[in-house]
């Protein structure tokens, strides 16, 4: 089963930059989407980032001009360049994909990175 690893969440300055990496053990052209959700404390999961097989992309409002997401193909990484951080972007960031097969779709998530953004 393929596997997506989370990396580059950190502690850092408000109007700072982090750039995440999503590693998966597989080809990620296996996926016809992937994306970064992030879960702030005591609040639910959401989705912030995505991006299709065909590079179509896309991002919350608030991220608008601030983030970037992008796929490395050869490496089968995808990225989300985080600008201009916020203290609201505090929260972990998970890494996800979904796969069709025969119609029927499947969902991989990764264990999330944390990102605090914070004085």
């Known amino acids: 089963q393929v596997q997506l690893v989370e990396s580059g969440g950190d502690l850092v300055r408000p109007g700072g930059s982090l750039r995440l990496s999503c590693a998966a053990s597989e080809t990620i052209f296996r996926f016809n989407v992937m994306a970064w959700y992030r879960q702030p404390p005591g609040k639910q999961r959401e989705l912030v980032a995505s991006?299709?097989?065909?590079?179509?992309?896309y991002y919350v409002e608030s991220g608008k001009g601030r983030f970037t997401v992008s796929r490395d193909n050869d490496e089968n990484t995808v990225y989300l360049q985080m600008n201009s951080l916020k203290a609201a972007d505090t929260a972990i960031y998970y890494c996800?994909?979904?796969?069709?097969?025969?119609?029927?779709?499947?969902?991989?998530w990764g264990r999330g990175t944390q990102v605090t953004v914070s004085s």
């Open positions: 996800y994909g979904r796969e069709t097969i025969a119609n029927q779709g499947h969902d991989y």
């Open positions: 991006i299709t097989k065909g590079g179509i992309m």
